[in-house]
């Protein structure tokens, strides 16, 4: 099997670190196009996979293309490969492009699956969404979801669903990263060191997760677990309840994903 990046940028990197680091493909049965050759070049000595400038010869190179450009680059990045994507099982994984949106680029016989990754890719701990049009088979979206959970966990969902989903997951590691510095800061006002405040407060986040994730738990219960009658903790749920930290969370998750539709 050829995998095939059309553009290879911070994502399509993450990507391609986790299906390598996993060996689920090797550097030589990967190829991936850059506008800059310093980039390219940078491409193959860190990862050992070809490279070329040429979309035209990379889309059809390879079995699976994924479509790692910014959204603004489709139309014409997918008007000059067009024709090299025919019998391709495709990958977008551009926000706010629908797959009618794809189809209308591309044609309506060509199999496409609409995919949404994020940045914990970087560390193989991402979440990807995926959604295929109605020409993708069930083992091929088996195959795609084999390849993208190299870098971190993949859900099945309808495509309707995605701007849900980006608000929650796509987006959300901005809104998880300003609550690790909104907690440093609060240690360093209390006399914590901040290189300090920020492990401490980064690894709180991260157990709680992985609390969350493997207990099986309601979140709500395990927040009970730590609030003792009278204790610190429910002082503090009751500070971030009187200033809006719920709805100020649901008002940013609703407002991104409008801001996916009308994208």
């Not at 993949?154 to 510095?181: H, L, N, R, W």
Request: charged share 25%.
């Amino acid at each position: 099997m050829k995998l095939t990046f059309i553009g290879c940028g911070n994502m399509g990197q993450a990507m391609l670190k986790g299906i390598l680091s996993s060996e689920k493909l090797r550097g030589t049965e990967i190829i991936a196009t850059a506008r800059s050759r310093e980039t390219l070049a940078r491409l193959e000595k860190d990862y050992g996979i070809h490279t070329t400038e040429d979309n035209k010869k990379a889309a059809s190179w390879g079995d699976i293309v994924i479509l790692a450009v910014k959204p603004q680059m489709y139309e014409a990045v997918l008007g000059e490969i067009k024709e090299e994507l025919k019998d391709k099982l495709i990958v977008s994984i551009a926000a706010g492009k629908s797959l009618r949106q794809l189809e209308e680029l591309l044609g309506t016989d060509k199999k496409l699956i609409r995919a949404m990754p994020n940045t914990p890719a970087m560390v193989l701990e991402g979440i990807t969404a995926l959604c295929p049009n109605k020409n993708i088979e069930e083992e091929e979206l088996n195959t795609i979801e084999d390849i993208l959970s190299a870098f971190g966990k993949t859900e099945v969902i309808e495509e309707k669903q995605m701007d849900a989903f980006i608000g929650i997951c796509g987006s959300s590691p901005a809104y998880v990263f300003m609550f690790i510095e909104a907690l440093a800061d609060g240690a360093v006002k209390e006399g914590l060191p901040r290189a300090k405040a920020y492990r401490m407060a980064a690894q709180a986040v991260l157990g709680s997760a992985k609390l969350v994730l493997e207990s099986g738990k309601h979140p709500g219960e395990l927040k009970d677990m730590v609030c003792s009658p009278g204790g610190t903790t429910i002082e503090a749920v009751a500070a971030l309840e009187e200033y809006g930290f719920r709805s100020s969370v649901i008002k940013a998750v609703e407002r991104c994903s409008e801001k996916s539709r009308t994208m």
